[in-house]
Nanobody, 129 residues
Framework: QVQLVESGGGLVQPGGSLRLSCTASGFTFKNYAMGWFRQAPQKERELVAAIDLFGDTAIFGDSVDGRCTISRDNAEKTVVLTMDRLEPEDTAVYYC??????????????????????WGRGTQVTVSS
């Protein structure tokens, strides 16, 4: 059974930073690109960042590009997202998921799609003063 457990969210002031962590189980983690997605109220879920199988390349959504890093540890089955210079527009529930095989591409980040239908609970990030 696939399990994705996100943590690290909270209330952050504008301009602040955060570090989100995802622990995965129930599938062969090292065989999948992994991604962080977010969903703000009344908006569709969107890709924040994704990383390839080995952690060699990453792609970022336009709204966070330049403010994020993503990393993974295949031995620990974790993927970490850090974000700097947070803005109120970053307020959302953040989720991790595998990336649909074949849709991860550093040359076409808009192709990336989430893979597992079952999502974790996510972690709420609220950026507010």
């Amino acid at each position: 059974q696939v399990q994705l457990v996100e943590s690290g969210g909270g209330l952050v002031q504008p301009g602040g930073s955060l570090r989100l962590s995802c622990t995965a189980s129930g599938f062969t983690f090292k065989n999948y690109a992994m991604g962080w997605f977010r969903q703000a109220p009344q908006k569709e879920r969107e890709l924040v960042a994704a990383i390839d199988l080995f952690g060699d390349t990453a792609i970022f959504g336009d709204s966070v590009d330049g403010r994020c890093t993503i990393s993974r540890d295949n031995a620990e089955k974790t993927v970490v997202l850090t974000m700097d210079r947070l803005e109120p527009e970053d307020t959302a529930v953040y989720y991790c998921n595998a990336v649909w095989p074949g849709t991860y591409s550093p040359d076409d980040k808009d192709r990336a799609r989430s893979y597992f239908a079952s999502w974790g609970r996510g972690t709420q990030v609220t950026v507010s003063s």
